[in-house]
């Protein structure tokens, strides 16, 4: 399933794929926290974040909206509807009024939690989440903009000298592109769901200078990860809750994974630091 054509590009796309480790001090396991430890707390707010860095993931994965005052907030869904005690769209909004939707609701009533247990929470501003990260190095934050917000993401990274701590995941290689157009040095992660052309698509990769490969789990085959491998890319997968599954993609091959489970993730390959 290679292309010979790929061949040549090996050794260059390997020297990109090896800087998601090499920044000293940080981190490299394997594990990616999925909006963070979204097991646990809400996903893709502060407490789920930090508990994340105090497991020790070497990444963290978040998403992020522009309001309608132009803040770029994180979460997950253009509304608020899923996450919730109401709905809001979030373009349609100043972030102030975002602000004011306890998005720790859903999370709250799934596991009959009280508010005791699980207080209300805000969708945090990417800023809030980076001031954070910066404060620590060992894990770094990917960043998937769910708008073409490109732009705005790299320029708060730029002004806030966070490049060292933060990459860049999408399914889109249009907004992909433009992380590398505006900043070379930025991680990316490119999202693969089905349907992809193995072979043109690891060429596009080199050709944009992308790190890495992840493609959602159940697309995944050992012909496909070695292929990416092969090609100097690191090989990753999205997103994996199950243990069983863990290791059936670690085995094939697989490095990186994506889960709401970063906990058993790093337990998996002992590298689980604890909580502190």
């Not at 090896?18 to 981190?27: D, K």
């Not at 993931?57 to 309608?68: A, C, F, M, N, S």
């Not at 292929?227 to 697989?254: H, Q, S, Y």
Request: include cysteine; glycine fraction near 8%.
């Amino acid at each position: 399933m290679r292309s010979e054509r790929i061949l040549p590009l090996i050794a260059l796309t390997m020297a990109g794929a090896m800087c998601l480790g090499a920044r000293e001090g940080f981190l490299n396991n394997g594990v990616t926290a999925h909006r963070g430890n979204a097991a646990e707390y809400p996903e893709n707010t502060l407490p789920a974040f930090e508990s994340a860095l105090a497991l020790g993931v070497d990444w963290i994965e978040l998403d992020i909206y522009r309001t309608k005052d132009g803040a770029l907030a994180v979460i997950h869904d253009a509304d608020t509807a899923r996450v919730g005690d109401r709905t809001v769209s979030v373009a349609e909004a100043t972030y102030e009024e975002l602000a004011r939707v306890d998005v720790a609701h859903a999370f709250r009533v799934k596991h009959g939690l009280s508010a005791e247990a699980c207080p209300p929470q805000r969708a945090p501003l990417l800023e809030e989440v980076l001031d954070r990260v910066m404060a620590q190095r060992r894990t770094r934050v990917s960043i998937q903009p769910k708008q073409p917000i490109v732009d705005e993401a790299v320029a708060l990274v730029k002004r806030m000298k966070a490049e060292a701590w933060v990459g860049f995941n999408d399914g889109d290689l249009n907004k992909m592109k433009r992380v590398k157009a505006l900043e070379p040095s930025l991680p990316v992660f490119w999202d693969w769901s089905g349907g992809f052309d193995l072979a043109r698509d690891l060429l596009i990769a080199r050709q944009c200078g992308f790190e890495s490969i992840v493609v959602h789990h159940e697309a995944i085959t050992e012909d496909v990860v070695k292929a990416i491998t092969d090609a100097g890319f690191e090989p990753g997968a999205w997103t994996v809750n199950d243990a069983a599954r863990m290791r059936r993609l670690r085995a094939m091959g697989v490095y990186r994974l994506y889960t709401d489970y970063p906990r058993c993730g790093l337990e998996l390959n002992g590298s689980g630091a604890g909580e502190h």
